[in-house]
């Protein structure tokens, strides 16, 4: 760490403690993420090897990249690159246009496929834990401490995963063998809550949540999710709502906006193909990467 100076502190979390720093050699501005041991006999988080094997596999330009791993007598440092703010905060000083909000879907999404292409589930994605640019032109997945390799057939995953207001419904419902469309689902939600302002499901418990979904988007049965009475926490005794009311939810999103969305409420084994879709669709979408290297690694997921 001899060659880093701590500037001021960015978040603390369960894991450590994220400063933003300077080299001290290139006077480049980074993001130090310092994290807690879990105990003398316990060693490093899994969340912590986990970020770290995964980020050294994703080099993508809308991917915040993992510049060193340092090692002290107290604790592992993870450099970053630096970025302004979180979405979160971008959506609270800044107004979102629909061409702004249009490219920075596309830019989530070609990063997401990029990862789901490498077999690498993100499973936190929120406003939280996206990344906007100090020009307010990219935007960047981060914090991959919940991520996961996953293999064919699916394995078994663990229930606590992403922040309930952009947890899919199978995660909801006691499903442990997801894959894919549970990233989608987040990335739904959270361009829903950039168009409207708000988050699209507000729940306070995983029951109420659930319910805000059904209530919204009509209570699922076998024809239109084969599978779901099987799920551990699946009730018949479940209020049937029975009307699709998204739009009568959102009155002042725009039948654009409204289109897009619908489309992610298709059925699992479709979802990739749509959003690649949406992708190749939109692919004019400035901004573009600046360099070969970045066209290459972009071009690799359409």
Not at 129 to 134: G, I, M, P, R
Request: hydrophobic share 40%; charged share 25%; aromatic share 8%.
């Amino acid at each position: 760490m001899d060659n880093y100076v701590k500037l001021e502190k960015l978040g603390e979390g369960t894991y450590g403690v994220v400063y933003k720093g300077k080299n001290k050699l290139t006077n480049e501005i980074v993001a130090l993420k310092k994290i807690r041991s879990e105990g003398d006999d316990e060693g490093l988080p899994a969340t912590a090897i986990r970020e770290i094997s995964l980020l050294k596999e994703l080099c993508h330009p809308y991917i915040v990249s993992l510049k060193d791993v340092l090692m002290d007598e107290t604790a592992l440092h993870l450099v970053f690159e630096h970025m302004s703010m979180d979405l979160r905060k971008f959506m609270d000083v800044r107004e979102l246009n629909a061409e702004k909000i249009r490219s920075f879907l596309y830019q989530i999404l070609v990063a997401i496929l990029f990862c789901h292409k490498r077999r690498v589930l993100h499973r936190d994605l929120k406003p939280q834990n996206l990344l906007v640019s100090y020009d307010g032109r990219i935007i960047k997945i981060a914090d991959f401490g919940l991520g996961r390799a996953f293999g064919v057939p699916l394995r078994a995953y663990t229930h606590e995963v992403v922040t309930l207001w952009y947890r899919a419904p199978e995660i909801l419902l006691g499903g442990l063998r997801y894959s894919c469309p549970v990233d989608i689902w987040s990335i739904a939600c959270i361009f829903a809550e950039m168009v409207n302002k708000r988050p699209l499901f507000q729940g306070d418990s995983e029951i109420d949540q659930i319910f805000r979904i059904f209530r919204t988007l009509r209570t699922p049965d076998e024809e239109i999710w084969p599978g779901v009475s099987e799920l551990p926490d699946y009730k018949p005794t479940f209020p049937q709502w029975r009307q699709n009311n998204l739009k009568s939810s959102m009155p002042t999103m725009s039948p654009a906006a409204l289109d897009i969305l619908q489309v992610f409420q298709n059925n699992a084994n479709k979802l990739s193909r749509v959003c690649n879709n949406f992708v190749l669709e939109n692919a004019d979408i400035l901004p573009r990467p600046e360099t070969d290297g970045q066209r290459r690694c972009e071009a690799s997921v359409l």
